[in-house]
T-cell receptor, first 110, second 110 residues
């Protein structure tokens, strides 16, 4: 099993550009999550999904969108990137409470 | 909303020392997670516990549900233990995301 795979690992965006952060898991987990990690802060929940076709907002959803067309994939879309979206993004999945995280995507918006 | 507080924020110790990192939370939970994050790296789950104590190698995690407090201990610390240790609380088997502490930055000097 590869676990949770995120791509890309690093990205620099210009203000106003858009991009999609990819996340895939091969463990057949229903629950998937996107978090952002800012310096000196705990991870914050952006969006989550309880299964294919079902998504819901977390604590900090503004400026982001998600989709869940399959159990495996949970991409995070940034439209009109802003400097405030400079962060490290983590995708995670959970089963029976246990959490599995991807390697993270370090995004800089300039 | 649960508040998760970790202490200390930063800890530098000598190789071989016994390390304790503390975590307190404000609202009753179903499960508490201890996670490890190496510099520039992904997040790895160390423990998930809802009561008592768990041990894995040199790592020990305890939780006191009544006092809403957990500790992570490292025995015979080694420089490779240098990392950020993150406490997170969550709904056990439920779908809600985790609430994270800010992390404890641990440095073990040879």
């Amino acid at each position: 099993n590869a676990g949770v795979t995120q791509t890309p690992k690093f990205r620099i965006l210009k203000i106003g550009q858009s991009m999609t952060l990819q996340c895939a898991q091969d463990m057949n987990h229903n629950y998937m999550y996107w978090y952002r990690q800012d310096p000196g802060m705990g991870l914050k929940l952006i969006y989550y999904s309880v299964g294919a076709g079902i998504t819901d907002k977390g604590e900090v959803p503004n400026g982001y969108n998600v989709s869940r067309s399959t159990t495996e994939d949970f991409p995070l879309r940034l439209e009109l990137a802003a400097p405030s979206q400079t962060s490290v993004y983590f995708c995670a999945s959970r089963r029976d409470g246990e959490a599995f995280f991807g390697q993270g995507t370090r995004l800089t918006v300039v | 909303k649960n508040e998760v507080e970790q202490s200390p924020q930063n800890l530098t110790a000598q190789e071989g020392e016994f390390i304790t990192i503390n975590c307190s939370y404000s609202v009753g939970i179903s499960a508490l997670h201890w996670l490890q994050q190496h510099p520039g790296g992904g997040i790895v789950s160390l423990f998930m516990l809802s009561s008592g104590k768990k041990k894995h190698g040199r790592l020990i995690a305890t939780i006191n549900i009544q006092e809403k407090h957990s500790s992570l201990h490292i025995t015979a610390s080694h420089p490779r233990d240098s990392a950020v240790y993150i406490c997170a609380v969550g709904p056990g088997g439920g779908a809600d995301g985790l609430t994270f502490g800010k992390g404890t930055h641990l440095i073990i000097q040879p």
